[in-house]
């Protein structure tokens, strides 16, 4: 049903757009009395692609189709004082596009908009990975051909009503979200226990290409009010979301020379939210203003019964739920004010504090019997997770001289989490129970300054400091048969710089550089090897620098210039004995010129390219040239050409390169 619903609505869609503009062309001084008052623009513009090499990669990165592209717009003003008012856009190539309304009647303003578009996702078909992985990363193996999509369509309205001096405004909507078709989902993973070398933090270089196919729906409501009750500012929500997700992932696992068996996981169930909100604030004094606000959701989600999971190549084991269910309750409540004691300074400050509690069950059938160790029975699932958030704020805004202000920031978040699950088991062969029992905490601490001055002819420098600091400690009362855990802490440095301004009469320029340290301390007997050698315990550092110059020049009102480069690297190694190591170089160029060749005729010219160096290797372009003529005050037409690349390297199945040409006609009226 709702496959069918969104092909017709997209239908519609292209369909309408299609009749408000058919027949475009210039129109004589006779064609001109016969334009409806309330067309305000329409264009139609030929789209043609012509691409060589990897069609999925290219769509993924770019959904850019051969077809026509249409344009809409639409306002009428009636004698009563209401108005009417449509925005659309609509690609018969990509199959996409958006229509957005608007009415109007004296204190009552409604609006309507639905939108339709696609994702694609690389097939990841062809040849062996590198560093002599030995198996291809072909999904035609397991999947058979054609790229996957995922079609989104959404559709909402809201409206507003202005309903007095008691209630200043009342207003609600509506949203629904359709999301269906198929994905590809990327794995990493390890060949016999041992970590294959890896081209990126936690990675590998070879990847298990799966297939997930999903059908989520979603409805949701809103209604709410804002009123002055005690001179105080409320404002008041009442939220209901439901969803309907189903989904299914088939995934391949891959042994020491062969593929090994393929999993397929079915997730079916259903999700209700409520969420409400309440806000309000006032003036104490003329330089004192507090606010706060309370905030509760119930979210429940019911998984549907006998959902399978299947695994194995020609022997499968399964699983299917029997019963279950998950709750989750959050309040909330913030307080704060806003302190002006001078008018050179502002300090604002506000806490909230925020608690989960959570709770889910799950009961579900289990068959292993085609496996010499497997066996038949049920597995019941209890868990209870609960969890309080607290966290200061305050900030200050100095101005220390009519040129210079000086601003600060200090935050600081507690997060305390008590985890009880247990995993029993009811098979003929006793099995140990699972069992996690523990709580843990967390702090945040972030402080910050900067100082900017502001010289004359409009430049202005910045500079900054920040300062960030995470520690997580678990205090363990009760582990069985899982994974061990680790404490955490890491610290995190970045100053930054920026500049702008004049440079010459007609040349500004911009100019930010930052430079970002982090450590990171863990300590847990389950870290990889590759980043730690024994004991336990790991230590990771991290640095990251970027600088990126901007240039602009206009040296008339008939054409402009602009040009940045941007240069940085990250790097990331184990500083604990281990031979973890991932270095990346990043560069790109964006440039572009605009021209007014004449009083009718424009043309403009853009370039980006990035380039990625050491660990990551590969290069992008995208080139464009487009011009357009105006032939008489209403119409104009427009001319185009577009070139995107990518390359990874010389002999890979994802590199591609594409040229867009476009043909267009535009009206305004």
């Known amino acids: 049903m709702a496959n069918r619903s969104r092909t017709r609505a997209r239908a519609v869609l292209l369909f309408a757009l299609s009749l408000s503009v058919a027949g475009v062309s210039p129109a004589t001084a006779a064609d001109e009395a016969l334009t409806p008052g309330w067309l305000q623009v329409a264009g139609l513009d030929g789209k043609f692609v012509f691409r060589d090499g990897s069609r999925g990669k290219f769509l993924e990165d770019y959904n850019v189709q051969s077809g026509a592209d249409i344009t809409l717009g639409i306002d009428q003003e009636f004698s009563d004082g209401s108005a009417f008012g449509l925005r659309g856009f609509g690609q018969t190539g990509e199959k996409q596009g958006y ?21 694609y996702y690389n097939e990841r078909t062809g040849r062996p990975r590198p560093n002599g992985f030995p198996f291809t990363n072909d999904g035609r193996t397991l999947y058979g051909n054609g790229i996957p999509s995922t079609d989104w369509f959404t559709v909402g309205g809201d409206f507003d009503v202005e309903a007095g001096s008691v209630f200043h405004d009342v207003y609600g909507g509506f949203y629904y979200r359709d999301v269906n078709g198929k994905q590809t989902t990327q794995k990493s993973g390890t060949v016999n226990g041992l970590q294959v070398p890896g081209s990126g933090p936690g990675s590998v270089d070879f990847g298990f290409p799966g297939r997930k196919k999903v059908d989520y729906d979603t409805y949701s409501a809103l209604a709410g009010t804002t009123t002055g009750l005690g001179n105080i500012n409320w404002q008041t929500n009442l939220n209901y979301q439901y969803q309907d997700n189903q989904s299914k992932l088939a995934e391949p696992i891959y042994g020491a020379s062969t593929l090994q068996e393929l999993d397929r996981y079915d997730d079916d169930g259903d999700v209700h939210l409520v969420r409400y909100d309440l806000s309000g604030g006032r003036h104490l004094a003329s330089d004192v203003y507090v606010f706060g606000s309370g905030f509760f959701s119930f979210e429940r989600n019911d998984p549907e019964p006998n959902v399978q999971v299947t695994t194995g190549a020609g022997t499968f084991r399964t699983r299917s739920t029997e019963s279950s269910k998950v709750t989750r309750f959050t309040p909330a409540l913030t307080f704060g004010s806003v302190y002006t004691p001078t008018g050179n300074l502002v300090v604002s400050a506000d806490t909230s504090v925020r608690g989960y509690i959570q709770k889910g069950d799950l009961d579900e059938f289990r068959d292993e019997s085609a496996f010499l160790t497997g066996d ?45 699950s247990r995993q029993d088991t009811a098979f003929v062969a006793v099995e140990p129970s699972e069992v996690e029992k523990y709580d843990s905490d967390q702090h945040r601490l972030k402080l910050g300054t900067s100082l900017r001055y502001r010289m004359r002819q409009g430049r202005s420098v910045e500079g900054g400091y920040q300062f960030n600091y995470t520690d997580v400690s678990q205090n363990i009362d009760r582990l069985e048969n899982q994974f061990i ?20 009469k007609k040349l500004r320029g911009e100019l930010r550089a930052q430079y970002v340290y982090e450590e990171r301390d863990m300590d847990s007997p389950s870290i990889e090897p590759n980043i730690v050698t024994g004991g336990g315990k790991a230590k990771v550092d991290s640095h990251y620098w970027n600088v990126s110059p901007v240039l602009y020049y206009v040296p008339s009102a008939d054409w402009s210039v602009y040009g940045n480069y941007s240069i940085g690297q990250l790097k990331i190694e184990s500083d604990s004995g281990g031979t973890f190591k991932y270095e990346v170089l990043t560069q790109s160029l964006t440039g572009g010129v605009t021209y007014r060749v004449s009083q009718k005729w424009s043309a403009s010219t853009s370039y980006t390219g990035y380039l990625n160096d050491d660990d990551v290797q590969n290069i992008g372009h995208n080139a464009s040239l487009t011009s357009e003529y105006e032939i008489d005050e209403h119409w104009s037409v427009n001319g185009g050409y577009r070139y995107l690349g990518y390359n990874l390297d010389d002999t890979n199945v994802d590199d591609y390169d594409a040229h867009v040409v476009t043909l267009g006609v535009t009206g305004r009226f």
């Open 99 to 119: 229509l957005d309304g608007d009415y109007s009647t004296g204190p009552l303003t409604l609006n309507l908009g639905l939108q339709s578009w696609t994702e």
């Open 485 to 504: 855990l680790g404490d955490f802490d890491s610290m995190k440095h970045r100053a930054f710089l920026k500049a702008s301004g004049r440079l010459m």
């Open 376 to 420: 038949v029975g049920n597995t019941f699932n209890h868990v209870e997770r609960d969890s309080v958030v607290s966290t200061t704020r305050i900030t200050a805004d100095w101005k220390l001289a009519p040129r210079m202000t000086l601003k600060g920031e200090g935050r600081y978040q507690y997060r305390y989490e008590d985890v009880d």
